[in-house]
């Protein structure tokens, strides 16, 4: 602030930065380029992580895909949100999620989930103007908690949202492939 003999000023307001939120369930980090691997397994998150923030010290509140994405989503850990397993239990609709907050500063606010523990009826979609958890149910064999779709498609869904917007957005993608049990593409 500068303080002359008429008033206090400021510089102008910069346009906020667009966040993009890139979760990926069960993969690795010995695995990750950016990370320290040399095996070059991950050459497009190597490059995202090259032009962003890279969190080398981040530690999961819990070893499950819902309570984990609402304490990343919310700042609190599961005793102060309530989730605490998959499937049974849903965000509670007093809490504040950084879509939330986003949103009500007038972000664009959009999600696209792989996995179906993170469906919108367990409440994680609160804040977002796209919430894009299209996934199909399995219905036989493994559990349909592990139902979940390819991240190509995930990634389609985030990259054309992402190119329509015209001002700051927060992105959040989640991907689910490395998760048991992994079966490599053909």
């Known amino acids: 602030c500068v303080i002359g003999a008429t008033g206090c000023w400021s510089r102008a307001p910069r346009t906020p930065p667009s966040l993009l939120l890139v979760t990926i369930d069960t993969l690795r980090a010995d695995r990750v380029g950016a990370y320290g691997s040399s095996q070059g397994l991950t ?38 949100h309530g989730v605490r397993n998959n499937g049974t239990y849903a965000f509670p609709p007093n809490r504040e999620t950084l879509a939330t907050r986003l949103k009500a500063t007038g972000y664009a606010t959009g999600a696209f989930v792989a996995a179906v523990v993170l469906d919108r009826r367990y409440g994680l979609d609160r804040g977002f103007d796209v919430y894009d958890d299209r996934i199909e149910r399995v219905a036989a064999g493994r559990s349909v908690l592990e139902s979940e779709r390819p991240c190509l498609n ?11 917007q015209s001002g700051p957005f927060f992105a959040w993608v989640h991907l689910y492939e490395p998760h048991a049990p992994y079966t490599p593409p053909a």
């Open 43 to 80: 050459p497009g998150f190597d490059r995202l992580a090259a032009s962003g923030w890279l969190f080398e010290r981040a530690v999961s509140s819990v070893p499950l895909t819902l309570p984990s994405h609402a304490t990343i989503l919310s700042g609190l850990d599961p005793p102060h």
């Open 154 to 164: 995930v990634v389609g869904g985030a990259r054309a949202w992402i190119q329509a």
